[in-house]
């Protein structure tokens, strides 16, 4: 009933960890930011929430309070990069046992544009994400991905992210969208504590809806220890009708499918 939603695969100091928010709806003290996440490895949380910043205030400093709370600065999906307007997500599937654990959640984000976020924990060490914007409203549609601060390469054209942190916890971002689809970079910023910050790295996955059809990201999510040890991935949709996904991922060179019927 909390809407908070967690994988991982043990009990450890090391392990690996995301906890997926869709929550019901809520109002002044809850940020419009349904289907974020935060991911945790080895320690370390690798795609920590924007926090809050400041509370309260007037002129600049409700500014700061906005700036912090708007759904762009999460790990969702926004439409015209405005803020949610409806934030309460239903539970289609929660499956969270076995090799391949899955939620998929949608929120009615805005008027006319439902998001069906279907989270996939694969052999309990790495994630897909599909994300799709349903319904007829037109516009930009933005995948937004925020990680922790550190150095981090990017390739534009390929769509990855790779961190290079100073320790042993790394972890590789790519996304496979529309074929008009492009990579951009945004002002990244995060707060754990009162008028503190960090900048990060934070970037957007574009493409336009102009009809009714859907608009679909498939994003894989890698953890792993050494620099020189990250994998190959590759992702394709296989179909996608109604309530039936099914999905090609490629890490390595090992083939899996990943699917469900709601």
Known sequence: NSGFFTFRNSWQTDATVMVVKAGPKAAWHCQPDNGTFELWFNGKNLFPD?????????????KLRNWFRQTAVHNTLTL??????????VTKLWQPKGDVQILVTENPGYKHL???RSVFFVDRQYFVIV?????????NIDLHYQLCDGEVKTDAGQHILISEFDDDNQVKLQCFGPEDCKMKKEEGWYSTAYRQ???R?????NARKSDENTIRYITLIYPFKDKKAA???SAKEKKAVGNKLE???IVNGSVRTLQYQL
């Open 80 to 89: 015209d990069n405005k803020n949610l307007e409806t934030t309460e997500s």
């Open 231 to 233: 994998p190959a991935l």
């Open 50 to 62: 924007s926090g809050s910043y400041i509370y309260a205030g007037e002129g600049e400093v409700m």
């Open 201 to 205: 790295m934070a970037v957007a996955f």
């Open 131 to 139: 994300d799709e914007a349903m319904g007829t409203a037109t516009g």
């Open 247 to 249: 999905i090609e991922v």
């Open 197 to 199: 910050r960090k900048e």
């Open 114 to 116: 439902k998001h069906r």
